[in-house]
């Protein structure tokens, strides 16, 4: 077996081991509550969330190393374990050609954190019991950002949050500071919460579950977070496409005939409430934004296509290792349309990102750094759906799914916004990858 979990499919030796672990998991777990929760005293809670994440995380993945060297399950990666731990070897690379190699190194070790979050992730996750502890942790996390987002909706503030001019606290901007990564968060989350919902445990997890996917759906709908909110959609309608191919599938098995009318009135029923309910989302998104449908008025969209113009500048430019990681900043005025220059001199609006995930990766790391990026998500989607189709518990398949749902709606999310990049939405991208190697890497242990 080649996978980075495979150490967790071993029998601890001693209860002094079993101890160990028990206390590493409850470490780990409330490192992920902590680092998206916590330190809530300042808009711009980024630091010191970032500073848990690459020192915690990294701490807790040397303890295990140390504590279990002959184990060595961390460095037989799986192939989504060798992309994350490739991307992160290229994000060093890349300090060789940076402007300001500081910058390019507090990256690296924002994404080291990122990595070892993975790592332990995918060990926990070849166990079932501790996979569900972590997907139910995630819940936890989003269902505590959806209730303090509700209660600033309705002017129930406890935090002193330094003002912001374009995000109204109103619209929920949580433990985040802003709405638009609160929503990053969610719709991450709220797949997880429906998946737990359908696999049918007791009436207790079915109602915290039920509650929690309530809860954040309401937040998301008054976030203003327009590509989120579609992101959740589209990712809604890909899912409800594969259950419903899956259930055709299955059908054909089976030999059925003729046409099963009462299903297929079923189908449309739900996909007739499912498309009204997306549209209330889609105009209370636009609604919260006082957007027109193009963001013309706002020039939200024509702003964004200058920025991806700028940005397009550098790839060009810098196709094989970019300008290095955490750079875009410091090289990009050197590259401004006359757009950017006109903004920056009149309104001092010094564009930090390019708003695309992907651009923004292509510039900093060239075409290779980037293509390891899509490669990464595109492996963690394909596992999950592996999951989905091939596990033979009907639980682990819906769980599958819901994962998948959770990685397809945050690339999305990403191509118009930076939020790999903020540390809330990024670390739980990394850790649903993370349970995503774990699980399938048990699946294919249990198959053979």
């Known amino acids: 077996m080649t996978h980075a979990v495979q150490a967790v499919e071993r029998k601890p030796r001693g209860g002094g081991r079993d101890r160990f672990d028990v206390a590493l998991e409850l470490f780990f777990l409330t490192f992920l509550f902590g680092a998206c929760v916590l330190l809530t005293n300042f808009l711009d809670v980024n630091e010191p969330k970032w500073f848990l994440i690459r020192t915690v995380a990294p701490a807790l993945f040397v303890a295990a190393m140390l504590r279990d060297p002959g184990r060595g399950g961390f460095l037989r990666l799986d192939a989504v374990g060798a992309l994350a731990v490739a991307f992160l070897v290229w994000h060093a690379v890349s300090a060789a050609v940076a402007m300001n190699v500081g910058r390019t190194w507090i990256e690296v070790s924002e994404l080291a954190g990122l990595v070892c979050t993975f790592l332990l992730a995918a060990r926990f996750a070849a166990d079932p019991a501790r996979r569900d502890r972590i997907l139910w942790t995630l819940v936890v996390i989003g269902m505590a950002v959806a209730v303090y987002g509700v209660a600033q909706h309705f002017g129930r503030d406890f935090m002193s949050w330094q003002a912001n001019q374009e995000v109204l606290v109103s619209r929920g901007v949580s433990f985040f500071g802003h709405a638009t990564f609160t929503a990053s968060v969610l719709i991450q989350i709220i797949p997880i919460a429906l ?239 993370g349970v995503i190697a774990g699980s399938h890497a048990r699946m294919r242990e249990a198959q053979g």
């Open 195 to 433: 998946g737990l919902l359908a696999t049918r445990q007791g009436a207790i997890a079915r109602g915290l579950a039920a509650l929690a996917a309530a809860l954040m759906l309401y937040h998301l709908s008054f976030t203003g977070a327009r590509m989120a909110t579609l992101s959740f959609i589209l990712t809604g309608a890909a899912a409800g496409l594969w259950i419903g191919l899956r259930q055709w599938r299955s059908r054909r098995a089976r030999g059925g005939r003729g046409l099963p009318l009462r299903p297929i009135a079923g189908a449309l029923a739900v996909v007739l409430i499912a498309g009204a309910s997306a549209g209330w989302f889609v105009v209370r998104a636009w609604q919260a934004k006082q957007s027109d449908l193009f963001a013309i008025r706002q020039a939200s969209l024509a702003l964004r296509l200058f920025h991806w113009e700028t940005a397009s500048r550098i790839v060009f430019a810098h196709p094989v290792l970019g300008v290095g990681a955490g750079n875009y900043e410091v090289v990009s005025p050197s590259y401004w349309n006359a757009v950017e220059q006109l903004r920056t001199a009149r309104h001092g609006r010094w564009m930090q990102q390019a708003h695309n995930e992907y651009l923004q990766t292509a510039a900093e790391l060239g075409l290779p750094g980037v293509a390891l990026l899509f490669a990464l998500i595109a492996y963690g989607i394909v596992m999950a759906l592996d999951i989905a189709a091939r596990a033979p518990a009907r639980r682990e398949r819906w769980i599958g799914l819901a994962m998948a749902a959770s990685i397809v709606a945050i690339a999305l999310d990403a191509n118009i916004t930076f939020s790999l990049q903020a540390p809330g939405s990024a670390l739980i991208f990394w850790t649903m990858l």
